[in-house]
């Protein structure tokens, strides 16, 4: 027969303290001395002891499971908000259930509700989901925005304004006049986000900002704007990220067009790698871990108050997006004297 499983009752027995003790020691890490901290946690190691998840759900009506759902897991943005998030959910006690979905808002929406049942909340990382539908969804689940403002939701959006307003005021000083911005897809809030930015900074340093169409934020969509890129008369670039900033940057080494000597360009992110290129790409970047361990941390908020409330819905006041992230600009050999 299976051994049976250890108990917390278990624990104390060994330990000589009462099972509440283990209890706070096991959930609340911090709420018991430090000596007494160890003896449990040594004890729960010497009697593999793990958490009843589903005895515990049945008792305090949690999963401890928080949903996760990003566009692309391959891009290092939302790598670096999955790793904030999980060292946030960790340090609670939760986990994270990660979900991909490129594919369409719809398909986002559609995760989303076959997860709800299963986690205590969701996160929805730079999300196509239409306005209303998300309000609709956090009125039913505790849920936290990434890389988006959506008033009535909380959010946590990155802010834009420092990392941008430094790269157009070092352009101006190099001379440079007139910069061609291209975006991401057309449905990307934080895509037009930056340009509006963009724009306004822009005017602010004598610069003139035009725009490419909307389309997929990749490598290759910055490789067959070349042409285009070159026509424009621009002669600088910003990219809505840096894999299209990197693509662009490729396809123009393979053609013999000099960066920055003939055109300069600028990416956004600063994601792993972005350095590596020749020249090393000039790129506007965030704390996107830190990003991601706000999100739980807002989120975990959400979810004890609808507790006590019995619905996740408010009336919109919590739902004040919070900008204490600034990007910063990392000024590299891609960008020069126009």
């Known amino acids: 027969m299976p051994k049976p499983q250890a108990t917390i009752y278990d624990i104390a027995a060994l330990v000589g303290v009462n099972a509440s003790t283990v209890s706070r020691a096991l959930s609340r890490p911090g709420r018991v001395s430090a000596a007494t901290q160890r003896r449990i946690e040594d004890a729960a190691r010497e009697l593999d002891y793990h958490v009843n998840t589903v005895a515990r759900a049945v008792k305090t009506g949690r999963l401890q499971t928080i949903g996760l759902l990003v566009p692309d897991i391959a891009y290092a943005v939302y790598q670096d908000i999955l790793r904030g998030a999980e060292r946030a959910a960790r340090e609670v006690d939760y986990v994270v259930l990660v979900g991909e979905e490129f594919r369409s808002a719809q398909a986002e929406l559609d995760w989303a509700r076959r997860v709800r049942a299963a986690v205590d909340g969701v996160i929805l990382a730079s999300p196509r989901i239409p306005d209303a539908r998300i309000r609709e969804f956090a009125g039913d689940k505790p849920t936290v925005v990434v890389n988006r403002v959506l008033n009535g939701v909380p959010s946590v959006v990155p802010d834009v304004a420092p990392g ?27 895509s037009r986000s930056r340009w509006d930015i963009l724009e306004a900074a822009g005017a602010e340093a004598g610069i003139e900002a035009v725009s490419a169409p909307p389309g997929m934020p990749s490598r290759r969509r910055g490789a067959e704007l070349a042409d285009d890129v070159l026509a424009s008369g621009c002669s600088l670039v910003i990219a809505f990220n840096d894999l299209i900033a990197i693509g662009l940057l490729q396809e123009l080494q393979d ?64 739902g004040a997006p919070s900008y204490g992230l600034a990007t910063v600009f990392h000024e590299r050999g891609s960008l020069g004297p126009a």
């Not at 941008?164 to 934080?190: F, K, N």
């Open 255 to 318: 053609r013999g067009v000099p960066v920055p000597e003939r055109l300069s360009i600028v990416g956004f992110d600063n994601i792993r790698g972005s350095d590596f290129t020749s020249p090393r790409l000039a790129t506007i970047g965030a704390p996107l871990n830190e990003a991601g361990g706000q999100a739980v941390r807002m989120l975990l908020a959400r979810i004890e108050g609808s507790t006590d409330r019995g619905t996740a819905a408010d009336d919109g006041g919590p």
């Open 164 to 190: 941008v307003r430094a790269a157009v005021v070092r352009a101006a000083e190099l001379g440079h006049r007139r910069l061609l911005y291209i975006p991401g897809v057309g449905s990307s809030w934080m």
